[in-house]
């Protein structure tokens, strides 16, 4: 258990639909990152926050956005959403280890969309 | 823009014998970090193992360790006396200036009893 929680575990919707799903790091950790996993992209950086700021952006579609809240927990957002939207989001939290922050992950939201 | 290339995309071990999953990647920066993250069935991706480019020292964790060879861009994971457990897939990552990792395909592996 690497002390990153997300909720849901599953979500399943309909195309056009608008989701959020919900990450807490653990205590310490300052940075949030979100990925995606699907069966044709791999795993893809989407998007990280840094103490509420966002810091950097992958191939975050304009559809998706994200926050970060005082508190450090983080939210990722889908709109309209689309079948290929389909596909199992992570969440990371950072630690500072040897030089460099080693991200750790949560469980995982699987979202289908029908 | 840094690439990873996992070139086997499965194999398969007997237990308590030693397995290594390679992976190359590429990368124009000179400071940069290297991992191998396992997702096991359960989805969860767990850290296995970090190594830092500048350190000429393979890492190891255990019964898990790495070939890093800097000039060849090549980063290995070997896996010692492989238990059933170690079945899953297993991911290797690269993290350069920014803090985005970058991941290959995955290579799926299986441990037979």
């Not at chain 2, 069935?41 to 020292?57: C, D, F, G, N």
């Amino acid at each position: 258990d690497s002390g990153v929680t997300q909720t849901p575990k599953h979500l399943i919707t309909a195309t056009g639909q608008r989701v959020t799903l919900r990450c807490s790091p653990r205590s310490g950790d300052l940075s949030v990152y979100w990925y995606q996993q699907s069966l044709d992209q791999g795993l893809q950086f989407l998007i990280q926050y840094y103490n509420g700021e966002e810091r950097a952006k992958g191939n975050i579609l304009e559809r998706f956005s994200a926050q970060q809240f005082p508190d450090l927990h983080s939210e990722l957002n889908l709109s309209s959403l689309e079948l290929g939207d389909s596909a199992l989001y992570f969440c990371a939290g950072s630690a500072r280890e040897g030089g460099t922050d080693t991200q750790y992950f949560g469980p995982g939201t699987r979202l289908t969309v029908l | 823009a840094q690439t990873v290339t996992q070139s086997q995309p499965e194999m398969s071990v007997q237990e308590a014998e030693t397995v290594t999953l390679s992976c190359t990647y590429d990368t124009s920066e000179s400071n940069y970090y290297l991992f191998w993250y396992k997702q096991p069935p359960s989805r969860q991706m767990i850290l296995v193992i970090r190594q830092e480019a500048y350190k000429q020292q393979n890492a190891t964790e255990n019964r898990f360790s790495v070939n890093f060879q800097k000039a060849a861009k090549s980063f290995s994971l070997k896996i010692s006396d492989s238990q059933l457990g170690d079945t899953a897939m297993y991911f290797c990552a690269h993290k350069g200036g920014s803090e985005k990792l970058v991941f290959g395909k995955g290579t799926k592996l299986t441990v037979n009893p």
